[in-house]
């Protein structure tokens, strides 16, 4: 029988490659059971957020290279891009390295006092270096600035009522009253791809303050002031709110806007690199997960994208399943800790956890 294990990471706990052996284990364990034996296709995957490099430079056979730049604090990171191309001069940037939430310690957790700043400086090394084509995983960031920060670093200004101007910070948003551009584009000849983990719009409900800047830190004061700011910059450059831009803090915007970007959904941007259509098109039953099944798990994440390209069922291991998730695409679910129970106290714990979890779903899918 034929298994195509195709999980995201499960955030906090287990890499996408971990959360794949870990199914894998608990597969092995059910068909030893009934005399099967499995045929077992590992396929980690991510929603252009963690993981994004490691899942990108396998697909693409890339070398690594490592950069200097800044984290969302400003301070001094070293962080891996991956090559590919015949002059390797095409690269693979994952944002969250540099502007991730796992950067900033908790009681630093403040997205108006942060930037996107070092996304910029690393952007213009790879121009200096010779890329042309640069694909930027966008997800799991501290950050809501709207990627004024990046631009600053690429010359952009922003300047308040006074024509000051302003640093380049979520907090600063709602005084912007002016942007002027850099006379050259130091990022021409260069084509950018934005694999864009969720397909929110930038601003409202499900915009990139009012969804995302709770798990980030922001109050529900800040939250309201982030939002108006983010409505301000759309003002201010003429621009229109439209799906994606709400994706790692309103980077998408500024890439779009100062970079020509073009904005993609980051999970069919893997899937694709992956071959998944054709792997999935091979297997008898596909297993996927990742951390939470929640509302946002149909916003161009990777479960979502899984199922709808899927002949074969598939069953889903999500490690919590929230009241609101909408299951009713998976043959099957089998959350890894059930609601009121305690989280994993370890990467151990929750990898056990996804074993017992897979093996199960598979005795029952036997049965």
Do not use: W
């Amino acid at each position: 029988m034929r298994f195509l294990i195709a999980p995201d990471k499960y955030k906090g706990t287990l890499t996408a490659r971990e959360a794949a052996q870990a199914i894998a284990r608990g597969v092995r364990a059910a068909c030893t059971g009934r005399n099967i034996t499995p045929e077992i296709d590992l396929c980690p995957l991510s929603d252009g957020g963690e993981g994004f490099l490691d899942v990108m430079a396998e697909a693409y056979s890339a070398c690594i290279e490592h950069f200097d730049t800044t984290d969302p604090l400003g301070n001094s990171i070293t962080v891996p891009v991956g090559f590919t191309g015949e002059e390797n001069n095409h690269a693979i940037v994952e944002s969250a390295l540099i502007i991730g939430l796992q950067l900033v310690p908790p009681d630093k957790r403040n997205p108006e006092q942060l930037s996107t700043r070092g996304l910029g400086t690393l952007l213009l090394d790879l121009a200096h270096k010779g890329s042309t084509k640069v694909i930027i995983g966008l997800g799991g960031s501290a950050t809501i600035d709207g990627g004024i920060g990046m631009a600053s670093a690429l010359g952009y200004r922003f300047l308040d009522a006074n024509k000051t101007e302003l640093p380049a910070i979520g907090a600063s948003l709602t005084q912007i009253v002016r942007i002027e551009r850099p006379q050259s584009n130091p990022l021409d000849g260069v084509r950018i791809t934005a694999a864009c983990d969720v397909d929110n719009s930038l601003l409202g409900d499900h915009g990139a303050a009012r969804t995302y800047g709770p798990q980030k830190g922001a109050s529900p004061e800040q939250v309201d002031r982030l939002d108006a700011g983010l409505t301000k910059l759309l003002r201010i450059a003429s621009a229109d709110d439209r799906t994606f831009l709400g994706a790692a803090g309103g980077v998408p915007f500024a890439l779009s806007t100062c970079a020509g970007s073009s904005l993609q959904g980051g999970a069919q941007t893997v899937l694709d690199a992956v071959r998944f259509r054709d792997r999935a098109g091979r297997t008898d039953l596909t297993l996927t997960g990742e951390g939470s099944f929640d509302a946002q798990t149909s916003h161009a994440k990777v479960c979502a994208a899984v199922v709808d390209q899927s002949g074969a069922p598939v069953v889903a291991l999500p490690g919590r399943l929230a009241l609101e998730a909408d299951t009713r695409a998976f043959a099957a679910i089998h959350p890894c800790t059930h609601l009121g129970a305690p989280p994993p106290s370890s990467p151990a714990d929750a990898a056990d956890r996804l074993t017992r979890a897979a093996h199960h779903a598979l005795l029952s899918f036997l049965s």
